[in-house]
């Protein structure tokens, strides 16, 4: 009997395949490239063609390492890269390259939104978040604005996951969590919203029928069977986008659970079992890939990076020298380790907003500072200031979920930075909550492919695949005398950030026109 389930992650830089066994133990991975065009400034794209390739090659890489053949594999659970858009035309051709999350083209279309919207608050109440520009629906609004010609063939109009499900199975389709970040979805009502879709003279029947995610959607055509080496009539599940199908990987799938992710940004993710509230659209507000459950995240740009940034500035000589990339990550462990034995003695204070910021504050034009700097400080005063920095910056995310009610019982912790046993027990001191490492991260693709064993069967629902495949390794308790002083910390960046930010938005501001009248 067919024994393995597979999970696809279509990413940005590229493909992973993942093979799970029945007691959910992962069989084999791989990852392939795919290309990035950056035809403009601020524009990013992708060839669906070449999703569909790498796909391919990944999950035929995956079956040959595990050592199986294509009948062996019993499910395929799909995840990706969210808020992309392919437009296809009647033929269910590719019109042109699809605009990716990362593009940034659409301002005037997400202000075109919220003013056909009817204002901020009221887009809010139709679809539970605001307009960001890498979302779905101003880029179809950019095509009807910039490339009529494409727009008049338009037909439908799929996230990149889908894409791959219609290559796999010919079917249109797509998941509930995925649909959420096209910014035309009712979150609340875990169906499209036609209401918005007609203020924004859209055409509902561009858009697929959107399934929980566990649910298969479609089986494996001939041509596909061909050219993966799987079998034909293989179940294909509706998948999820990649931060819900991050969070099944990762076992965020209960009431309570919350997941801190520290890659090269800081994504601080819930589980909750009703629509959750988003009165001023700072977090993400979207359907889990739990059916019957929602979820709410929120993201600050420079996590990592400015941990990285901090490397790059104080250890460039090392940096350079290094051969390879074991000797660039050596370097991070020697800065937390000068992080620990650092005194701590004068608050120092490091504000991470390197990129401006995203959440807790929604400010393109705050900026990263370091303040309290006395001539007592030494460099492994201001490693520490970042890492705590960072830190308090993830918590101000939680404290966000905590004011929409939210409970964290426990933080389970995820990414680069959860590699340093420091810095989780910095993130358990900070959070005030115990906080747990897992044994291994595959993200999405695990939770691909579990939600793919559920789908055809083999585990009852969603928290029973992962009670089976997700492990964690160690919890850290939080030590009280530490939290209090992190509170103490926190309400003193966050005084000194509302002192700079109004210099800081008029210093944006003035070189924002004076970039515009060059
Ligand atoms: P990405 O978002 O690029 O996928 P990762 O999840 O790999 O990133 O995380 C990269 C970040 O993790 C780095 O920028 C760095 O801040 C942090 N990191 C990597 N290795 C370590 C380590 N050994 N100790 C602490 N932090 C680390």
Redesign the pocket.
């Known amino acids: 009997m067919a024994a393995l389930f597979l999970g696809i992650d279509v990413g940005t830089s590229g493909t992973k395949a993942l093979l799970v066994d029945r007691l959910g133990r992962v069989a084999a991975t791989t990852i392939t490239d795919h290309p990035s065009l950056f035809p403009k400034p601020g524009w990013s794209e992708q060839r669906p063609g070449d999703w569909w390739m790498s796909v391919c090659k990944a999950e035929r890489g995956a079956l040959r390492k595990a050592q199986v053949a294509g009948s062996d594999v019993a499910g395929v659970g799909l995840s990706g890269q969210m808020h992309g858009s392919v437009f296809l035309d009647r033929q269910r051709r590719v019109l042109r390259n699809a605009l990716l999350w990362n593009d940034q083209r659409t301002t005037a279309e997400c202000i075109e939104i919220e003013q056909r919207a009817g204002g901020r608050a009221r887009l809010i109440r139709l679809v539970q978040n605001i307009a960001l520009t890498g979302y779905q629906a101003p880029k179809v609004l950019w095509l009807r604005r910039h490339e009529p010609h494409v727009f008049r063939q338009v037909h439908t109009v799929l996230l990149p996951k889908d894409y791959i499900r219609y290559r796999l199975t010919e079917t249109l389709g797509s998941d509930v969590s995925d649909a959420s970040g096209t910014l035309l979805f009712d979150v609340a009502a875990r169906r499209w919203s036609t209401r918005l879709m007609e203020r924004l003279e859209l055409d509902p029947d561009w858009f697929p029928p959107a399934a929980e995610s566990p649910e298969v959607i479609g089986t494996l055509t001939t041509a596909a069977a061909r050219a993966t080496g799987l079998k034909r009539d293989t179940p294909v599940v509706a998948g999820a986008g990649d931060q819900a199908a991050a969070a099944v990987g990762t076992g965020v799938v209960r009431s309570g659970a919350v997941s801190a992710t520290?890659?090269?940004?800081g994504v601080v993710f819930a589980h909750s079992p009703q629509p959750v509230p988003n009165h001023e659209g700072l977090l993400q507000s979207f359907c889990h890939a739990v059916p019957e459950a929602w979820c709410v995240f929120g993201c600050m740009l420079s996590a990592?990076?400015s941990?990285?940034w901090a490397r790059e500035v104080l250890f460039a000589d090392r940096l350079h020298a290094a051969r390879d990339d074991n000797e660039h990550?050596a370097i991070?462990?020697d800065m937390?380790k000068e992080a620990a034995t650092a005194t701590g003695r004068d608050p120092l204070l490091f504000h991470p907003y390197l990129t401006g910021e995203r959440c807790p504050y929604a400010h393109p034009h705050a900026c990263g500072a370091l303040s309290g700097l006395t001539r007592r400080h030494d460099r492994g005063d201001i490693i520490r200031a970042v890492l705590e920095g960072i830190t308090l910056g993830m918590n101000r995310q939680l404290e966000l979920m905590r004011a929409s009610g939210l409970r964290a019982r426990e933080v389970r912790l995820a990414?680069?930075?959860a590699?340093?046993t420091w810095?989780r027990q910095l993130q358990a001191d900070v959070y005030g909550r115990p906080c747990v490492s897992l044994r291994s991260e595959e993200g999405s693709a695990l939770g691909a492919a579990l939600l793919a064993a559920v789908g055809v069967g083999h585990f009852p629902n969603v928290p029973a695949a992962c009670a089976a495949a997700v492990r964690t390794q160690r919890t850290y308790h939080p030590v009280a005398a530490r939290t209090e002083h992190y509170r103490h910390l926190a309400k003193l960046a966050a005084r000194t950030y509302e002192a700079l930010e109004p210099l800081y938005r008029r210093e944006f501001n003035r070189l924002h026109k004076r970039g515009q009248s060059n």
């Open positions: 520290l890659g090269t940004s990592g990076g941990l990285q990550d991070y462990d937390i990414g680069g930075g590699r340093s810095w």
